[in-house]
């Protein structure tokens, strides 16, 4: 069963959902999304975790999906605040976290500066170098949402970019995806500010996380907007990381609901080993 529900947060709440027992002998799962995506898009409706007796739990970020913005600027600080206060909402104090790109950024920030609450960590595609990325691709993303709506973002995501054989169906997930947030004023918010911000200084600072970690790099044929060099600098960096990369010739794993969900619960395994 899912347990819905709505954390309050510096003038806005944060919708997310509660599934699985409600304890179990390893620690709850917490799913982080990327931006402009929401709550079900970091394993796809897949409930192989919640099959297997895990507890996962996960929220749209501030100003994504059925959750308000409420502030006047966001960063990944403001983010991973938001990551504890939804645990502690949940009376959860240790957990495995995962998430994708901007939900990568956001465990990363939260594990470096509360090490104890995470118990293990699924590092999907980030994209953050060290450095800020094209950030005038995303302001006319945000300009292109704003003026245009659904139809004026897709015109501005430079689809062109990616593999023809790939092109319709990321159109089709942007399309859906868009279509799931309550606010898309919020939505012009997060993509003029978030991209802005760093979830933290230098790749060199990951060496500084002591805790079960697996990365997944997507093929820049898929994805270039995540590059793989990326994730594999991150799994180098991270003691004792581990690092999942796509098959030749097959879709993405982070595209693979079922397939992230299998890279969670082989963590979860190693986590409860010790």
């Avoid at 509660?18 to 079900?40: C, N, S």
């Avoid at 600027?73 to 909402?89: E, K, P």
């Avoid at 918010?189 to 979830?199: C, N, T, V, W």
């Amino acid at each position: 069963m899912a347990e819905r529900f709505l954390v309050p947060v510096d003038g806005a709440e944060l919708a997310g959902e509660d599934t699985g027992p409600g304890a179990g002998a390893t620690p709850p799962v917490v799913l982080l999304h990327g931006l402009t995506a929401t709550r079900r898009y970091v394993v796809m409706g897949s409930r192989l975790l919640e099959r297997e007796g895990h507890r996962v739990i996960s929220y749209d970020a501030r100003g994504h999906g059925e959750s308000g913005w409420g502030v006047e600027r966001c960063d990944y600080t403001l983010l991973a605040d938001d990551l504890a206060r939804v645990m502690d909402a949940r009376g959860v104090e240790r957990a495995v976290l995962a998430g994708a790109s901007m939900g990568a950024h956001t465990l990363l920030n939260f594990a470096l500066n509360q090490p104890d609450r995470a118990a293990g960590l699924v590092v999907i595609t980030p994209a953050y170098d060290g450095r800020l990325g094209d950030l005038e691709r995303w302001a006319r993303l945000a300009a292109g949402l704003r003026a245009g709506g659904i139809d004026g973002f897709v015109e501005a995501y430079n689809l062109a970019a990616v593999d023809p054989q790939l092109r319709d169906t990321v159109e089709k997930v942007i399309r859906q995806r868009m279509a799931k947030h309550r606010d898309l004023g919020a939505m012009v918010s997060a993509l003029e500010q978030i991209p802005s911000s760093r979830p933290f200084g230098a790749l060199d600072d990951l060496a500084g996380l002591n805790v079960a970690c697996t990365v997944i790099a997507s093929s820049d044929r898929a994805d270039p907007e995540h590059p793989q060099q990326v994730g594999e600098s991150y799994a180098a960096r991270i003691p004792g990381a581990q690092l999942r990369l796509d098959e030749p010739g097959k879709s993405p794993v982070a595209w693979q609901g079922s397939q992230v969900a299998r890279v969670i619960a082989e963590l979860l395994a190693r986590v409860s080993a010790g």
